[in-house]
Nanobody
Framework: QVQLVESGGGSVQAGGSLRLSCASSGYTSSSNNCMGWFRQAPGKEREKIAIIYAGSGSPDYADSVKGRFTISQDNAKNTVYLQMNSLNPEDTAMYYC??????????????WGQGTQVTVSS
């Protein structure tokens, strides 16, 4: 059974930084896999913010976080990270780790973590 467990959320002032971690278990790594982060703010749809593709190792970012967020992966630890810098109140949301397989050029999510809250105050 695949499990994704996020950690690292919290409250921070605008301009600050946080690093999220997602530890996976039961997830078989292959070149067709993808993992990443989504977020959902109250009253808004869930938004894809950063995906890393196992085959290419290349990350894909939403325009709203490019240049501020960095996704990385430690295969030895089965963990994906999201370094978030220059946070602003618009980044306030529940952040979810996701894992899946590549379908055409997109990450088709099969598994979700339980989420970790990020709150940025002005």
């Amino acid at each position: 059974q695949v499990q994704l467990v996020e950690s690292g959320g919290g409250s921070v002032q605008a301009g600050g930084s946080l690093r999220l971690s997602c530890a996976s278990s039961g997830y078989t790594s292959s070149s067709n896999n993808c993992m990443g982060w989504f977020r959902q703010a109250p009253g808004k749809e869930r938004e894809k913010i950063a995906i890393i593709y196992a085959g290419s190792g290349s990350p894909d970012y939403a325009d709203s976080v490019k240049g501020r967020f960095t996704i990385s992966q430690d295969n030895a630890k089965n963990t994906v990270y999201l370094q978030m810098n220059s946070l602003n109140p618009e980044d306030t949301a529940m952040y979810y780790c996701a894992a899946g397989i590549v379908i055409l050029t997109q990450c088709g999510v099969n598994y979700w973590g339980q989420g970790t809250q990020v709150t940025v105050s002005s």
